[in-house]
């Protein structure tokens, strides 16, 4: 095996006999092979969707399969085997439609023609992995587009599942993934990962328009951090359609829901404040589920990533849906046309378990999305005007295990009395319980969201631009201080860059899957960085 898609790889440049984030070298393979088919797919979807003949059913199978390959979502090794013949099956129907249409498929790539059974995968999976590209920076430059697209991909499910997809968007995946099949020059695959960033943001405010259609926009609210004592169930993950449908069936049933992690930003959203059971966050972020998952002590929803390997001691007690999977955990299955997911099993067994011990008591306050910071914008403008704003720190994105992103917690508390932090994602649970105070009414750290909601701060940032009369979003005095973990902050940094922001900070570490070529790339042309010690970047930043 051999990935190196999230921050936490080995050494900072590849995991190679077993992921750091508990993925084995199996399944490692076979979401390589899985991809190579998809691959596959996608040169011929491309010349379908040309000739017109291209199906739903196909952009859907690429979107989930991307999806099921971002870190910590699935690792299971039969589903990925399964995945791989639904794959080349799907191909193949592909081709057939290709050859109905009376257009001559695309053959000249071995994702296209290669077939084999499940006995072959492995074998398969060694020969057509990362490492089959022998150009580092050609290899850099497909993997960086790649991992956008995979956090594009997951994107685009969330706000698929509430009914909105876009076929550019779709296309736009395709015709990345079949660009990797090619011998392209350095220059043209990076201008696919610009326009990548393009489609990073129409997925971003797709998702955003779904999310608000269907659940209002988010508004200040404050969020419970302790527990009552009623039998409950905790929700991870982003999905928000599964977080409904297990609110609608758990009223009235006498079990509590809790959110956990990413779930958090549910509560923002007008839509879930009816539901009386709808208690409260429980815990942090996602890598600490080992120790919080145990002391819940009730059922245990993952609807999308983080999933961490889950310990015996509470094993049994962990749901699993959508794309995400691991051996020996209970699926639930996907919602057949027009019905919900039956949460029937789950909340039987949250009748059965102890209530959730208590970790802490007391409240966090977010729901600052677009909508919501607009409408204080006249106060928001005033400070600034003011002095009493001197600057925005937009610190989105994810959290994870590594000691040193504590100097996101340490940046946060040295932070001058006279800025205000921007979060969206995971990210935030460094120092969303820190009393950092407010001023004049605004609060210190401003949580947007889920990292998806990373879009409504650049809605918020090009405002202020207008507001202030400003031709460029750089000349706003806000700086970008970004903890990225897996592919959505790829796809997010992406979207970013397109925008035209310019000078973000990337920590904890650089991604190991950058060339240093292409690192030089992105330092040169957009200014991206890195973290050094708090001191010496606040002083950085203040400048
Ligand atoms: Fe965090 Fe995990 Fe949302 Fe990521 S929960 S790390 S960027 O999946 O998706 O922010
Ligand atoms: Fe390693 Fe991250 Fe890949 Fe897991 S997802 S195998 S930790 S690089």
Redesign the pocket.
Known sequence: ?F????????KGS??TL??????TADV?NLQDLLIYVLKGISVLNVQAREAGVNKPAVDVFVMEALFSTI??ANFDKAYFVGKVQDALAIRDQVKAELFQAGVAPQESHDSVTWTDGPYAFEAKAEAVGILATENEDVRSLRELLTYGVKGMAAYAEHAYTLGYGQDGIFAFMQRALKATTEELSADQLVSLVLECGKFGVDVMALLDQANTTTYGNPEITKVNIGVRNNPAILISGHDLKDLEELLEQTKGTGVDVYTHGEMLPAHYYPFFKKYDNFVGNYGNAWWLQDKEFASFNGPILMTTNCLVTPKESYKDRVYVTGVVGFEGLKQIPARAAGQSKDFSGLIAHAKQCPAPQELEQGEIVGGFAHNQVLSLADKVVEAVKAGAIKKFFVMAGCDGRMKSRDYYSEFAKALPQDTVILTAGCAKYRYNKLPLGDIGGIPRVLDAGQCNDSYSLAVIALKLKEVFGLDDVNQLPIAYNIAWY?QKAVIVLLALLYLGVKNIHLGPTLP?FLSPNVAKVLVETFGIGGVGSVEDDLKMFMA
């Open positions: 095996m990935c190196y898609q999230c921050q936490e790889t080995a590849g995991c077993r992921g750091v984030c508990g993925k490692a870190t910590n897996e190991g």
